[in-house]
């Protein structure tokens, strides 16, 4: 029997179904997490053998304590692992200092996590990136901005999903950023003009992928954080070529095993000067762990599959037992509070009865990016798709104020 350390397994909140999963394969499941035990879901707890509260996940001698503890009890740690972006490096670290070979080591932090180093193995592939320039002070980030021209991006160069990622358009703001920015290295980009595609797929301890799918965000989640803004994505039907043959170049360039993961590119929406044509793929970045949120959800829902058992599968007998099922697309609608919508929430329940997946709150630690009430729903078709998400985000008519009677003056 393995025995199999889980980080966290109770948030994301649906990151449980991994442990049931590697359970259901005769696997010895360790949990480790800051929740007290009383506090976990009754399907998580059916889903582990045994779990060790530590005080905080950041203390990492606590952490490490946790791990000992279980190799003393249990033997030998065959893998550990928590599927979150958060935890990489901590997941790293660990398996060095124990010794477990079944996932990433310390060494290969660098290329998976700064922005800036990946770029070198998506040219290896053969992927087109954005020029960049790491942040130092205004006559560095001005003459980069000389060659590439306004708007820039700038981001953390070892940060996590879209936070801290600020657009620039002038010197003004160039200014205002440097004076306000954290003390962490920051990554200056030219701008893309492009939607994000990504690449999923778990893959095994050969490189090969035994599931593959994508997702399309129309929407900049960087826009959607910034302006406090509504989101949406979808998981495609069927994956495009292109998508496809870049995603499987990035996993061969970055050597990656037995890993779910989550590679973000650009899909063109105009022709841009060192880049390439409307309509190619060019590289953002990637993210060695599902992609967040409800995503694995959705991927099940979109085909008619079980990701949680794929990925368990993987650890425990390094293929999928799962066939492939029916395709659909799998829409995600991250409606904001406070925005005055056309459409109640009880019409849209009523609407799209026989279309909802998932409908209820999100989290306030990831409402920033995925909004506060969501609704997840499948289509057999993108015309169906993009109706559904005309109806959740359209908004009512603004009122427009009655003209003043003739010969009357307005109140000033």
């Known amino acids: 029997m393995k025995n199999v350390i889980f980080i966290s ?47 905080s996940l950041e203390n990492y001698d606590e952490v490490y304590r946790a791990v000992a503890y279980f190799i003393f009890k249990h033997g030998r740690i065959d893998w550990l692992e928590s599927n979150n972006e958060y935890w990489l490096e901590r997941d790293a670290m660990l398996r060095t200092d124990f010794r477990i070979t ?23 592939a053969g992927i087109p990136v954005a020029r960049y320039h790491l942040v130092d002070d205004e006559k560095g980030c001005m003459a980069f901005i000389k060659q590439v021209g306004w708007p820039v991006v700038v981001k953390p160069d070892n940060g996590v999903g879209a936070s801290d990622t600020h657009k620039l358009s002038c010197q003004a703001d160039l200014k205002r950023f440097l004076e306000t920015k954290q003390d962490v290295a920051y990554i200056m980009e030219e701008f893309i003009h492009a939607e994000v595609n990504s690449y999923d797929a778990i893959i095994d301890s050969q490189g090969k992928p035994i599931f593959e799918t ?13 302006d406090e803004d509504n989101s949406i994505y979808y998981i495609v039907k069927d994956l495009p070529a292109d998508t496809r043959k870049a995603g499987r170049a990035t996993v061969k360039s970055f050597g990656v095993k037995s890993r779910f993961v989550h590679f973000e590119f650009f899909r063109l929406t105009q022709d841009q000067e060192g880049m390439g044509k409307k309509g190619d793929v060019v590289a953002l970045e990637v993210n060695m762990r599902p992609c967040g949120g409800f995503s694995p959800d959705m991927m099940n829902f979109a085909n008619s599959t079980n990701v949680y058992k794929i990925w368990a599968d993987m650890v425990a007998f390094d293929k999928s037992t799962l066939e492939d099922g029916e395709h659909a697309f799998c829409a995600y609608a991250g409606r904001r509070d406070g925005k005055d919508f056309a459409l109640s929430h009880a019409d849209i329940l009523a609407k799209y009865s026989a279309h909802l997946k998932l409908v209820g709150r999100i989290p306030d630690v990831l409402s920033d990016a995925m909004g506060n009430q969501m609704y997840v729903a499948t289509f057999p078709t993108k015309r169906g798709l993009d109706g559904f998400y005309k109806d959740v985000l359209k908004l009512k008519p603004a009122r427009r104020k009655k003209a003043p009677a003739s010969g009357q003056e307005t109140a000033r």
């Open 9 to 55: 397994p109770n948030f994301p909140t649906n990151y449980w179904q991994f442990c049931r999963e590697l359970k259901n394969n005769g696997m010895n499941v360790l949990g480790i997490g800051d929740a007290p035990y009383d506090g976990l879901s009754g399907e998580l707890k059916d889903s582990l053998n045994e779990y060790y509260k530590v005080g």
């Open 102 to 124: 079944s996932g990433f080591q310390v060494d290969d932090i660098p290329r998976i996590k700064f922005k800036s180093r990946m770029k070198e193995f998506y040219q290896k």
């Open 214 to 226: 994508g997702n399309v965000t129309p929407m900049s989640i960087m826009d959607i954080v910034n």
